[in-house]
C-alpha cells in the first residue's frame, strides 16, 4: 500500500493505473476508522481493480467546532487496518495539501440539502460536497462507496454528481451495526459507559417502530418513536424524520411514495448519534 500525502502524487499514481485500463474505487472516510468503513473498502476491493482510501478530517463540513475538535483522530491504526484490507493508496492530506487556498464555493442542491442534517448542521453539507468533488477531480474514480447510515448525504453527493454531470457510480452500503444494535460511528469510542449502554434502544425502537407502523399514521409512529427513545436516560431526539427515501421530504401519508424511510438523530449524552430505517421499500 502506497501512502500519499501530496494532491499531485496522488493524481500521478491513479493516472498511470488508469493508462493500465484499471479500474478505480474510492473511499472517502475522515478517518477513526471502524468495522463500517472496513465493509466499504471490502466491497470497493471486491468491484474494482484499484481501491483508494482517503483519510481525511475535512474542517469545511464541521458547522460545530468543538465537534471538530474531539473528532477521534487515529492515524496510524487507520493506516494498519487499510493495509490490512489490501487497499493500494491511503491518500492521507493534510489540510494545507487540500485547501492551499479557501475554497469559496457554494453548493445549490434544493430540497434534498435543506431538510434534516441541512437544516441543523448549516453549512455542513456544502463542506462535504467541497471535499467529495475535489476528491473526485483528484482520482476520478469509477465508483465512490458510502455508508447508509449517513442516509441524507448519499442523496446530496448523488444529486452533486448530477449537477456536475460527473460519470461515476455512487455505490451505497448498508449500515454496518455492533452485535447490540447500535449503528457503528467514529463517534461511539465518545460515549460514556452510562450512554453506551442505552444508546442501543435508538435502533431498537427504530426496528419495533416498523411493525407499529403497520396499524398507525405516520403521525402517529413518528411521535411514538420520538416518546420511546425520549423515556430512555441521556437521551434526546433531536429530529425523527418519516421521508422519501429519494426525496427526503417529509410523507404524510404511507401511501405517498413507495419509499419510505426514517431518519433520526439523538443526543446520546453529549454525543450526536445518527441513524435510519426504510419503512416501506
Ligand atoms: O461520511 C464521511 O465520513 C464524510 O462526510 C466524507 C464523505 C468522508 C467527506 O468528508
Known amino acids: 500500500m ?20 484499471k479500474t478505480i474505487g474510492l473511499v472517502p472516510t475522515m478517518g477513526a476508522l471502524h468495522g463500517g468503513h472496513k465493509s466499504l473498502v471490502d466491497r470497493a476491493r471486491r468491484e ?28 496510524e491504526a487507520d493506516a494498519a487496518l487499510l493495509e490490512g484490507c489490501g487497499v493500494d493508496i491511503a491518500f492521507m492530506p493534510t489540510v494545507a495539501d487540500v485547501y492551499p487556498e479557501p475554497d469559496n464555493r457554494v453548493f445549490h442542491l434544493g430540497p434534498v440539502a435543506e431538510v434534516m442534517e441541512g437544516a441543523m448542521r448549516p453549512g455542513h453539507f456544502n463542506g462535504v460536497c467541497q471535499i467529495v468533488s475535489k476528491l473526485f477531480a483528484m482520482v476520478e474514480p469509477d465508483r465512490a462507496y458510502f455508508g447508509e447510515k449517513d442516509f441524507q448525504q448519499i442523496a446530496v453527493i448523488r444529486a452533486m454528481v448530477e449537477q456536475l454531470g460527473l460519470k461515476l457510480q455512487i455505490v451505497p452500503c448498508p449500515v454496518v451495526r455492533e452485535d447490540d444494535g447500535l449503528a457503528k460511528s467514529s463517534r461511539n469510542v465518545r460515549l460514556t459507559p452510562e450512554v453506551r449502554k442505552v444508546a442501543p434502544n435508538i435502533y431498537r425502537v427504530l426496528r419495533e417502530s416498523v411493525d407499529y407502523s403497520k396499524t398507525h399514521t405516520v403521525a402517529e409512529t413518528h411521535d411514538w418513536v420520538v416518546e420511546q427513545i425520549n423515556a430512555y436516560p441521556l ?25 419510505v424511510v426514517g431518519c433520526i438523530t439523538v443526543y446520546c449524552g453529549d454525543v450526536r448519534e445518527i441513524d435510519n430505517i426504510a419503512y416501506r421499500k
Open 2 to 21: 502506497k501512502i500519499i500525502t501530496k494532491v499531485d502524487e496522488l493524481k500521478n499514481a491513479v493516472k498511470a493505473y488508469r493508462h493500465e485500463g
Open 48 to 75: 474494482n481493480d484499484v481501491v483508494v482510501v482517503s483519510v481525511f478530517l475535512n474542517p469545511t463540513q464541521f458547522n460545530n467546532k468543538e465537534d471538530l475538535r474531539t473528532y477521534p483522530r487515529t492515524a
Open 235 to 259: 437521551m434526546e431526539v433531536e429530529y425523527f424524520s418519516i421521508c422519501d427515501g429519494r426525496t427526503l421530504q417529509p410523507v404524510d401519508q404511507w401511501t405517498d411514495t413507495p419509499y
